[in-house]
């Protein structure tokens, strides 16, 4: 079992910045890649970035390319997302996921285990 807590998320105008932060704790050796998706109300999850553990490869949507990047730091068993130049559009409940067997990171499908959720919510 992996448990995954993010944390970070705020209210933030746009144009500002968030950064957040996801702490994995038990079996985290079993860890491939770590990943965030983001929700919008009436919408289904949607990929923002991931890294994969080893060799800390980045992916993101198109839609964040340039504005967001995602970081870990493996002493501390954590992934961070910096998201800059946020958009209203970016307004969603963004989610932490770990995936122990290596597979695609860019679907829900590819994951196993998912944080909380954390709200970011940017004003116009």
């Known amino acids: 079992q992996v448990q995954l807590v993010e944390s970070g998320g705020g209210l933030v105008q746009a144009g500002g910045s968030l950064r957040l932060s996801c702490a994995a704790s038990?079996?985290?050796?079993?860890?491939?890649?770590m990943g965030w998706f983001r929700q919008a109300p009436g919408k289904e999850r949607e990929f923002v970035a991931a890294t994969r553990w080893q060799n800390r490869s980045t992916y993101y949507a198109d839609s964040v390319k340039g504005r967001f990047t995602i970081s870990r730091d493996a002493a501390k068993n954590t992934v961070y997302l910096q998201m800059n130049s946020l958009k209203p559009e970016d307004t969603a409940v963004y989610y932490c996921?770990?995936?122990?067997?290596?597979?695609?990171?860019?679907?829900?499908?590819?994951?196993?285990?998912w944080g909380q959720g954390t709200q970011v919510t940017v004003s116009s």
């Open positions: 996921a770990a995936d122990t067997g290596g597979r695609t990171v860019v679907t829900v499908l590819g994951y196993d285990y």
């Open positions: 038990g079996r985290t050796f079993t860890v491939y890649n």
